[in-house]
Structures are given as structure tokens and as C-alpha cells.
Antibody, heavy 119, light 109 residues
Framework: EIQLQESGPGLVKPSQSLSLTCSVTGYTITSGYDWSWIRKFPGNKMEWMGY???????NYNPSLKIRISITRDTSKNQFFLQLNSVTTEDTATYYCARGYYSSYWFAYWGQGTLVTVSS | DIVLTQSPALAVSLEQRATISCKTS??????????MHWYQQKPGQQPKLLIYEGSNLASGIPARFSGSGSGTDFTLTIDPVEADDIATYYC????????FGAGTKLELK
């Protein structure tokens, strides 16, 4: 059974970078699908941030394009989120999820990790 | 951006039908496929896929859940509502880069 698990610091200071890891078990990320980061803000708004494909290409939400980077380590079956120059507006629960190719529904999600941006 | 609009809350009685709507700012159909998907989320849990491509039931989801609609108007129906269905429901489109509705909180009447 495929499982995704986010990990990383729960507190980040404003202007710094937010870095999270998604560890995938039960499926090899290079075998198929796209691997996304999605966040849910306080107040329940959800935002798709971007993905890395099974081949390593990336696609980002235009609103985040200048601040975001998604990379991967295929040897560890992990993919990563880096979000630069964070502000308090980036406080959210961050999820990693598997996207179904171009139809983009998300059948598998991690449990989510809360990241608070505060000094 | 394609904007998705949902009512904030819906009150329903157990054993009755719940109808949750989602309206999109642009047509999300393409070549006969509706790029509209529905999720259930309970507090402290990750979203769970219920319906994909407008009307397809996701694996393991009870047949009490169904999706319908096309173009810019979509509906998630739960019939009959059970106590375990009390949650927040989100629609999501993928015609363009993915965007989500703000969620409809299903409450007991």
C-alpha cells in the first residue's frame, strides 16, 4: 500500500526558507504519476503548490513560481519542497500527494505537517 | 485561475439526502471529461478522494456518494447521510493548474 509522509521543521522564521521532505513507501516515484505539494491555510483555503513528475520535470503554481523549488532523491524515494522568503502568510498545513497524470486528482495524501512562520 | 465557489455550510438530517454544489468560473470540461473532483476531510486528517472526473467513484468509497454535473456546475450527493459523513467537502478542478473550492461543512440539523 502506498504511503506518503511529510517531515520537516514546524517553525520557520520570516524571510527564511521552508524545507520539507515527503517520503514515499509502497511505490517508486520514478515509476509513474506526478508528486505534488498542496497546502491548507488556517481558514481552510487549499492551494496546489506544484509537482515533480516521475521523469523529474516540474510544474509550479504561477503564484509561487519565483519562490518554490521541488526536487527529489530517487535513491531514497523522497521528494522535497523548498519555499523561499517565507512570510506569516505561508503558515499552513503542508501535504504531499500523488497526482493522477494530466487529470490531476489526488488519491494518496500524506498526513500533513503544520508549518508556522513566526519570529 | 479557475475559481471554484461552494456554499460554506449545509445542515442535513441523518438518513436524508445532502446535495453539495460547486460552481466554476470557467468550463472545466474537455473532450467529454469533466476535470472536477471531490474530497472529504475530517479534522486532523488528510483529504480523502471521493469522486474523480465528475462522476467516477473512487476506490473504497460507498455508493452513497455520487457526483454529477458538467461545464461550470457540479454536485456531490450523499444519500442517505450517515453520522460518519459529517465533515468538510472540497471540490477541485484540474482543467487548468489545480484549484480548490473553499469547502462546504456538512452539519447535522
Amino acid at each position: 500500500e502506498i504511503q506518503l509522509q511529510e517531515s520537516g521543521p514546524g517553525l520557520v522564521k520570516p524571510s527564511q526558507s521552508l524545507s520539507l521532505t515527503c517520503s514515499v513507501t509502497g511505490y517508486t516515484i520514478t515509476s509513474g504519476y506526478d508528486w505534488s505539494w498542496i497546502r491548507k491555510f488556517p481558514g481552510n483555503k487549499m492551494e496546489w503548490m506544484g509537482y515533480i513528475s516521475n521523469s523529474g520535470s516540474t510544474n509550479y503554481n504561477p503564484s509561487l513560481k519565483i519562490r518554490i523549488s521541488i526536487t527529489r532523491d530517487t535513491s531514497k524515494n523522497q521528494f522535497f519542497l523548498q519555499l523561499n522568503s517565507v512570510t506569516t502568510e505561508d503558515t499552513a498545513t503542508y501535504y504531499c500527494a500523488r497526482g493522477y497524470y494530466s487529470s490531476y486528482w489526488f488519491a494518496y495524501w500524506g498526513q500533513g505537517t503544520l508549518v508556522t512562520v513566526s519570529s | 485561475d479557475i475559481v471554484l465557489t461552494q456554499s460554506p455550510a449545509l445542515a442535513v438530517s441523518l438518513e436524508q439526502r445532502a446535495t453539495i454544489s460547486c460552481k466554476t468560473s470557467q468550463n472545466v470540461d474537455n473532450y467529454g471529461i469533466s476535470y472536477m473532483h471531490w474530497y472529504q476531510q475530517k479534522p486532523g486528517q488528510q483529504p480523502k478522494l471521493l469522486i474523480y472526473e465528475g462522476s467516477n467513484l473512487a476506490s473504497g468509497i460507498p455508493a452513497r456518494f455520487s457526483g454529477s454535473g458538467s461545464g461550470t456546475d457540479f454536485t456531490l450527493t450523499i444519500d442517505p447521510v450517515e453520522a460518519d459523513d459529517i465533515a468538510t467537502y472540497y471540490c477541485q478542478q484540474s482543467k487548468d493548474y489545480p484549484t480548490f473550492g473553499a469547502g462546504t461543512k456538512l452539519e447535522l440539523k
